[in-house]
């Protein structure tokens, strides 16, 4: 059973190897889209990295779920509604969504999940030590 | 003109790995000027080749329906140039696969001499790509017939590989 340190830090290695940062970029409070640079494509890099580095499954969607913001139930002119937001609150449960929702333009959405966020799903995917 | 960069498939393991080999020609004319009077093959194009040697091995697991793209080269390095003469033994192994794309690592040989590596991505295209059409699944397999891919190829279970049910009328 992996610690959050142990965590933490293959989850900076699989974002240093998935996006060609450095280690020192990759802080917990570091955005994967504003900081770190990340582009769509780069997402499923890194599950495939964190499923090997942790030899987990991550469906997907579940880390990222752009199905919610495409679909029309959940989304209005652009922006997220009450009903979509309780349903991105449901599927990720690891990431903070309280600033988003003071204005949830879903072009901001991609930017929302930190480096921390990544290690709280990681975390709820393996047994974690204290 | 095809674009075409691997000349044939030696080995072909559906789903897993294949090898396929590139000989460099003083007639490729892109050797003329890349660079005159040193005629090397430009690292884009062996890039090319072992993306080619891979995301055929890739489209062949989801039989020729999926449509694949190479969407990131996460890392290549170059350790020798590559010169007319030469063969190219380009080697891929799917590391990775799921329904929305394919991690893949690559090595070009020259010899028993490593002359370059790469890892990258192809992604399945779905939503609203999904009508769109890149290369038609019969050109595939027109592709995969030229390269020797059924002659030499492995299907997961060891058999023979087959070409895919409903596309030999092409």
Not at chain 1, 64 to 81: A, C, I, K, Q
Not at chain 1, 82 to 111: H, I, S, T, W, Y
Not at chain 2, 68 to 79: D, E, G, Y
Request: glycine share 6%.
């Amino acid at each position: 059973m992996p610690t959050k340190e142990e965590v933490f830090q293959k989850v900076q290695n699989a974002l240093v190897e998935a996006l060609g940062v450095d280690e020192e970029e990759v802080t917990p409070e570091a955005t994967l889209v504003g900081d770190l640079g990340a582009e769509s494509i780069d997402f499923l890099d890194i599950v495939f990295r964190l499923e090997k580095a942790f030899d987990i499954k991550i469906p997907r969607g579940e880390l990222f779920p752009e199905d919610v913001l495409t679909n029309s139930t959940y989304v209005e002119d652009g922006r997220v509604t009450e009903a979509g937001l309780a349903e991105l609150r449901k599927r990720m449960p690891f990431a903070n969504l309280d600033e988003f929702a003071k204005n949830p333009n879903v072009q901001d959405f991609a930017n929302l999940l930190t480096v921390a966020d990544m290690c709280r799903f990681v975390e709820s995917k393996v047994n974690v030590t204290a | 003109m095809r674009w075409y960069w691997i000349d044939r498939y030696i080995e072909f393991h559906s789903g897993r790995s294949a090898k396929a080999i590139k000989n460099i020609s003083l007639a490729e004319e892109h050797l003329h000027d890349h660079f005159p009077g040193y005629p090397v093959m430009p690292a884009s194009l062996i890039v090319e080749g072992m993306a080619q040697t891979g995301g055929l091995l890739v489209c062949e697991y989801g039989q020729f329906r999926l449509k694949v793209v190479l969407a990131k080269i996460t890392r290549a390095v170059f350790h020798c140039p590559a010169l007319a003469g030469d063969t190219l033994t380009y080697s891929a192994t799917i590391e990775s696969i799921r329904d929305d794309g394919a991690m893949v690592t690559t090595t070009s040989h020259k010899g028993q001499t490593l002359q370059a590596e790469a890892e990258m991505f192809f992604a399945h295209l779905d939503g609203g790509h999904q009508d769109k059409t890149l290369i038609e699944p019969r050109d595939f397999l027109r592709m995969m017939r030229l390269l020797k891919a059924y002659e030499i190829g492995r299907a997961a279970d060891g058999s023979r590989l087959k070409e895919p049910p409903g596309l030999q009328d092409f």
